[in-house]
């Protein structure tokens, strides 16, 4: 009975012994299958890439393709500036017919809960506590360019900050929409202005080309504009300096933008003598209706005349001499009146709005007078 116990407890071991040396031979199996496996499945995503067919853009393809305006425009880039047509039709087969791309409002203007004027509604598109502390950091980062753009063009860096403030919120929207969509399809789909935007077009393919950018990938506004200060492409050509001398100009770079704004300003007859944008101006009633008198910064009165014969005059002392013009800015209860120097009607260059101008001036103000008390 002790043999037959024995004899069954080595047969035991024996069997033990023979499963555990087996198990590391089936797990040697296992990782070698499986890393033929992968292998041969490397091997054909290899293939298929390979073998995937990349367009070669013989034609014009896309939401544009057959349209006779765009196939004459890309025959004349072609000629005139020597593209190829293959990286034409790439481009153009890409872009989007733009009137079928949802449209987002751009500013939405119900963010006070009071009555409002149309002045108070616009800018409260612009001059909130958010955009005005980014203009404090954008200012306190790149002060050394700000400092060097003032002392080269003569002009004062809260303008240079206000623009980019209005423009772009300081860098944080470039546009929401792509620059060649915008352009093709108001350049070749009948927009009252294609001509102008057909030349922007072109403008904005040599700019890409020189610069080694993407234009498929370039976001920008609801007219095609560019960058931190949003220039339309033809402005970008006569504009645009490499500030930071790195030998591209990149005005989706900060301190190329500082410097092409300011530029934009001095050669758009920016005044350094003249250190007053706007004055405050006191006048007669509640709201502002003297027929004689057109508001807007297309016209301009003498102050001697306005002051003798209509009693209005600065509510602060006004150093400039010259002519001024009155910006009404209507709010829920009554009219301001503003007087606007010469530096004023430059700002209006940039974009032909009286509004639009005084966003810039108000906006400048309040971001310099908050750095400043820390």
């Not at 005084?358 to 008390?373: D, F, G, I, N, W």
């Amino acid at each position: 009975m002790r043999v037959t116990k024995i004899y069954y407890l080595v047969l035991s071991l024996l069997i033990f012994s023979a499963c555990s040396t087996k198990t590391p031979e089936k797990k040697e199996l296992n990782e070698s299958n499986k890393t033929v496996v992968e292998q041969n499945r490397t091997k054909e995503s290899i293939e298929q890439v390979e073998t995937t067919p990349t367009p070669n853009y013989n034609e014009l393809l896309g939401d544009f393709q057959g349209n006779y305006e765009l196939l004459e425009f890309i025959d004349m880039m072609v000629n005139v500036h020597n593209f190829k047509r293959n990286e034409l039709n790439r481009i153009f087969s890409q872009a989007q017919n733009w009137q079928y791309i949802p449209q987002t409002r751009s500013c939405s203007s119900n963010t006070l809960r009071v009555q409002q004027g149309k002045w108070d509604r616009y800018k409260s598109c612009f001059i909130y506590e958010n955009n005005i502390q980014r203009g404090i950091a954008f200012w306190d980062k790149h002060q050394d360019a700000l400092e060097r753009a003032e002392i080269e063009y003569g002009v004062p860096a809260e303008y240079i900050v206000g623009i980019i403030g209005i423009e772009t919120a300081y860098g944080t929207n470039f546009g929401k929409h792509r620059v060649i969509d915008v352009l093709t399809t108001k350049s070749m789909l009948g927009d009252r202005r294609a001509s102008f935007y057909k030349d922007e077009l072109e403008k904005f393919l040599t700019i890409t080309r020189d610069a080694g950018l993407e234009p498929t990938e370039l976001m920008g506004s609801t007219s095609g504009a560019l960058g931190y200060g949003q220039f339309m492409p033809s402005s970008y050509i006569r504009f645009a300096v490499d500030f930071n001398h790195d030998d591209v100009t990149d005005l989706w770079n900060a301190e190329d933008a500082i410097g092409s704004i300011a530029n934009y300003f001095s050669r758009n007859g920016w005044n350094s003598s003249i250190s007053q944008v706007a004055v405050r101006a006191r006048y007669r009633g509640q709201r502002f209706r003297i027929k004689k008198l057109k508001t807007g910064y297309t016209h301009k009165y003498s102050q001697y005349k306005l002051r003798k014969k209509y009693k209005i005059k600065p509510r602060s002392k006004l150093y400039y001499k010259g002519p001024v013009s009155l910006i009404k800015l209507p709010r829920a209860t009554y009219d301001e009146l503003w007087f606007g120097t010469h530096n004023f009607r430059v700002i209006t260059t940039y974009n032909h709005s009286s509004f639009y101008a005084m966003a810039v001036y108000q906006l400048a103000q309040t971001v310099k007078e908050r750095r400043e008390r820390g």
